[in-house]
Structures are given as C-alpha cells and as structure tokens.
C-alpha cells in the first residue's frame, strides 16, 4: 500500500507528521509531494523531505491521498497539479482524507458537491458554498473521503482513514 | 487500558503528540503527569495539558509509562516522584516505552542494569555507564522496556510499544 501526502510549507506539523508516522508503522510506503522538491517547513518548524513534484506524481502509483491542514492548503489550490491529483482520486473513488484547512484543496477541485465533510471551523463557509454538506463532527466519513476538523481529532481521523484504505485495498 | 505520559516542559513534541494520538486511536485512555499541573510547552511550541502533578500519580493505575524525549527528562531526572513512577512500573514488571532523551529518567532511576537499550546518540554514554546494554537501533525491546532514538524512529517505537501493552494485558 502506497500514500501520497500532499502538502506544503506552513502546514500544521501534527496534521502531516501524525498520519506519516502512523502510515508507516501500518506498512504504508509514504511519499510527500509539493510546489517543488524542495524541503517543506510546518509553522511549528519541523522540516519534512519531498519525494516529488506535484507536477511529477502519476496518481494511480497511490491507494490514499492524505491532505493536511495549516497554511499549506490556500497554497496548493492555486496549483493546477494539485487539483488534478485530487480529481483523480474522487474520478476513481479512491481513498482521500483531508484534515482542518485541508478540504480547501476539494472545493476549489469542485469535487465536494453533495459530499457530507467536515474540516476546520473558520473553513466551514466555503465548504458549504462549494455544495459539500458540512458537518461539525470529528470525523465524516462519505464514500471515499474522510474529513476531520483538527489536530484533536487526528485519532478518529486515523481509525477511519486506515479502515477506507483497507476495505479500498481488498 | 490506561496510559501514562510523563513529561514536562520543552519536550520533543512529535515523540509526546504522536504516542498520545496514537495510544487514543488504539482506545487507550491517556493521561499526562508533569511537575505541577500546569500546561506544558514543546521545544515547537505545541502546548500540552497536564492531567495530574507527578506527586498525584499511582502507577497501579495505570498499564503503559511512556517517557518522551527533548529536554524534558533532564528536568524530570530531578523529581523524586518520577523516577518513584519509573521503578514501581520496573518492580512490577509494566510496559515502559522511553524515546530519544526519555532514556534519562531510566538511568538516573537505576533501573537499566543488564538491560537492552537504545536511546538518543548524544545520551548513550550516559546509558552504558548506567550499566545498560546499549544498541544503536530504531527500537530495542528487553523484558518491559522498549526503546528507541528519535522522532524517525516512531512507526517501529509504536508498533512495539502496542505489541507488549496489548501482551501484559493478557
């Protein structure tokens, strides 16, 4: 099983940091894309390596696209790459987990429309204006797509991102 | 199951955060003791609450001590309540898991004798004239203790650190 988490500087350091580690102790293969290949810094200084531009990643080498949360998301919408990794997962129901600012990289890949999500409070207006039905839960899960609102829920938010990959696997 | 985390401030914040999402994710119930019950600060600034003062803690409580790096056991290493916490886990045979500086508390607690251990690298001399066996690797596992170096080494530390929680339940 292969992850793919997509990010980028300013991200919020537990949203990346926990679902890598925990991924891999699953015996996920992990790989980090972004803007460029070079080295991604959280807002609370943890420095993560890129295994690809965005540019670079073939979607289908993925069974999980994660998407952390922090300041990285308003970033990564504005890249087109970004966007079409996304759209390919939802294209191929294939297993997305967003967290907190994370479902921003979804509406503005206008994949969210009539899907039940949640993410981070101040998030919740946009996710609703793109046509997701929004939800104040720890965890939503819809389909193929998980969402979270925040660090505090990143237990829940494993439990249901490792079960979709499993039942996505078999 | 019951978890406890002994920490203070300017912990490694990866090394405390993930254990605590992770043990929560396995449904573990998880408490954090430090020297008062004040938050406690990460060396990344990630702020922790503080469910009891060490003085307050009965291990019998408790199945699973996790010691968490950074700069907090050297200040740790100074309270008599923790190093108390430490050997009443070592004379009853309990799951301990210590990472990274974690290790610290251990040798000053004088439990580490004979034992199998790995810690952060600047800290193994410390470790061996304790008396422990140390072995520079991601995890090491003797009788109750497992070990590991640091915040890369998390996925095996985790996976080990469950493996015997879930054999002392037994």
Redesign the interface.
């Known amino acids: 099983m292969k992850a793919l988490i997509v990010s980028a500087d300013h991200f919020e350091?537990?949203e990346l940091?926990?679902p890598y580690?925990?991924l891999?102790?699953e015996g996920f293969k992990v790989e980090v894309a972004s803007v460029s290949r070079r080295r991604i810094i959280g807002k609370?200084?943890?420095e993560v390596e890129v295994d690809k531009a965005l540019r670079d990643v073939n979607p289908d080498d993925y069974d999980l696209l994660v998407l952390p949360g922090g300041k990285a998301p308003a970033a990564l919408r504005k890249e087109p790459a970004a966007l079409e990794i996304a759209k390919d997962f939802f294209r191929k129901n294939k297993p997305v987990a967003a967290i907190c600012h994370g479902p921003q990289i979804l509406t503005t890949a206008g994949v969210l429309t009539g899907r039940h999500a949640t993410c981070y409070p101040s998030v919740a207006d946009e996710l609703k204006e793109s046509g997701a039905l929004y939800e104040d839960s720890e965890v939503v899960v819809d389909g193929n797509l998980v969402t979270s609102r925040q660090?505090a829920d990143?237990?829940?938010f494993?439990?249901e991102m490792l079960r979709m990959a499993r039942k996505s696997a078999k």
Chains 1, 2 share one sequence.
């Open positions: 350091d537990t940091l926990v580690y925990r891999k102790e609370h200084g943890y660090p990143l237990p829940v494993m439990q």
